[in-house]
């Protein structure tokens, strides 16, 4: 039998981290990073949030700042305060009126998807 509780963890914003992080179910960060990436399944950058650094994850929410390029293997949410200043690699996107988003995308809809 599995587990099914979902790891949750999350990165105030009083937290300042110099490295990088790799978390396994969800995170809410809120923090500053800088020098490193983050790394896990289901990512929020909180609003006020700063990230220098790349993201890796299956799903994010982006509403604070990233300096980096960000990796999603499925859905990447930018809502409307967020600021991405690099590239975005991504299954599908959401993209709020509002957000800014400096770089390259790419957009590639899921393995395993026919088109008909």
């Known amino acids: 039998m599995t587990d099914t509780k ?9 937290v300042e981290i110099h490295g990088s992080i790799t978390f396994g179910g969800d995170m809410v960060f809120a923090g500053r990073l800088t020098g490193g990436n983050i790394k896990g399944p289901t990512l929020t950058v909180s609003h006020g949030a700063h990230v220098t650094g790349n993201v890796e994850s299956d799903s994010c929410e982006l509403v604070g700042t ?9 859905k990447c949410e930018l809502k409307s305060a967020a600021i991405l200043l690099g590239d975005l ?8 009126e509002g957000a800014t988003f400096v770089g390259k995308a790419d957009i590639r809809p899921e393995q395993g998807k026919k088109t008909p």
């Open 66 to 74: 990233v300096h980096g390029d960000v990796m999603v293997t499925g």
């Open 89 to 96: 690699t991504t299954s599908r996107l959401v993209m709020a």
């Open 6 to 14: 979902t790891k949750s963890s999350s990165v105030p914003n009083d």
